[in-house]
């Protein structure tokens, strides 16, 4: 499949840029598709003469913005974890060069005989960016943020995707279901915030392990929320015990590091199960928008995982009870004019 002109142009654009910058010496012929995400950005990899590998972004104006990358690589990168390193940047046109952190995923080399090790790593590193967090570096993620979130729901997923329109009695089920979701995010401690901490996002390397990206949209922000993103992937699932015992492990470590988690455990899983809820709910409808609106199908198929995380989570709950009454109203309605979930 060709690439559209304006992407073609891009990559034309990219080319001739990457031997200007000096940074390193590059091979621009060999520059070749790594990796691309759920937005405009595009990955690529090219070769050094020095015999190592780099990545140039393209982050193309307006849709995309490279400053809130580089900001975040700065931030993070000075906490000690691993995140590329920016070799080059062209701000106005939207080229980064990036050190090449890998092509091994998480979620290519989880296995049950490997996820143990690859997790705690990962909460590992997540406990010391949280620890080093302060106010006013990154955005709030405040409420209009969570709402607006919550709302890719009913806009996306039960509006395009399942074509139904909510009555205004589910309409205020669901609404008492968020207002009680952003209550209990709302008052969680608050820490930097990766927004997209999972497999996908998370590099296996030999040393500083797991390399961290797409962290561009980082915030300030409930404590549990990265945790989610590890523990309740969209993309691989664990069974329950795994997940607490996890979930545990993480709580015992940043306690130890001194970050302000809720001293009862059985609370700490609750806010937990709570954050999750707020995300599934999100996922639910940005998987769905980006089928309907983007064309990209790939994640229609992620689509069950995440109603499965949203039950459980609003089944184990009274104040969440609602929510349940709703999906399965919308399933009834659904089947019988072939709507799957």
Do not use: C
Not at 157 to 182: I, S
Not at 195 to 211: E, I, K
């Amino acid at each position: 499949m060709s690439l559209p002109a304006a992407a073609d142009s891009r990559l034309t654009q990219l080319k001739e840029w990457l031997p200007a910058t000096g940074a390193v010496q590059l091979l621009p012929d060999t520059i070749r598709p790594a990796s691309s995400d759920a937005s405009f950005r595009r990955y690529f990899r090219v070769d050094g003469t020095d015999g190592n590998t780099y990545i140039a972004m393209d982050a193309p104006p307006p849709q995309e913005d490279v400053r809130p990358f580089i900001h975040v690589a700065e931030v993070f990168g000075a906490t000690g974890v691993s995140v590329p390193k920016i070799l080059a940047q062209d701000v106005e046109r939207g080229f980064l060069l990036l050190s090449d952190l890998g092509n091994t995923t998480y979620l290519h080399e989880l296995s049950p005989d490997t996820a143990h090790k690859l997790y705690l790593d990962a909460i590992d590193a997540l406990v010391l960016f949280q620890a080093q967090s302060k106010p006013g570096v990154f955005p709030e993620y405040d409420r209009a943020l969570l709402h607006r979130e919550l709302m890719l729901f009913p806009d996306w997923y039960v509006g395009k995707h399942l074509g139904a329109t909510l009555t205004e009695k589910q309409t205020g089920l669901m609404n008492k279901v968020f207002e009680v979701l952003l209550a209990n995010n709302l008052a969680q401690p608050q820490v930097y915030v990766h927004r997209d901490y999972h497999s996908r996002n998370l590099m296996v390397l030999g040393q500083g392990n797991p390399g961290i990206l797409d962290f561009q949209d980082a915030v300030y922000g409930p404590i549990t929320y990265d945790l989610v993103s590890l523990l309740r992937d969209a993309y691989i699932q664990w069974d329950e015990e795994m997940v607490l015992d996890w979930t545990i492990r993480y709580w015992e470590r940043a306690r130890r590091a001194g970050l302000p988690v809720n001293p009862d455990v059985d609370k700490f899983y609750q806010d937990f199960e709570f954050m999750g809820l707020q995300r599934h709910l999100k996922v639910l409808g940005i998987f769905a928008r980006l089928y309907h609106r983007d064309g990209k199908d790939g994640y229609l198929k992620d689509l069950p995982l995440v109603m499965e995380y949203t039950r459980k989570a609003a089944g184990r709950y009274t104040a969440l009870a609602p929510l349940i009454v709703l999906l399965d109203e919308l399933e009834a309605k659904g089947s019988s004019v072939g709507f799957t979930f």
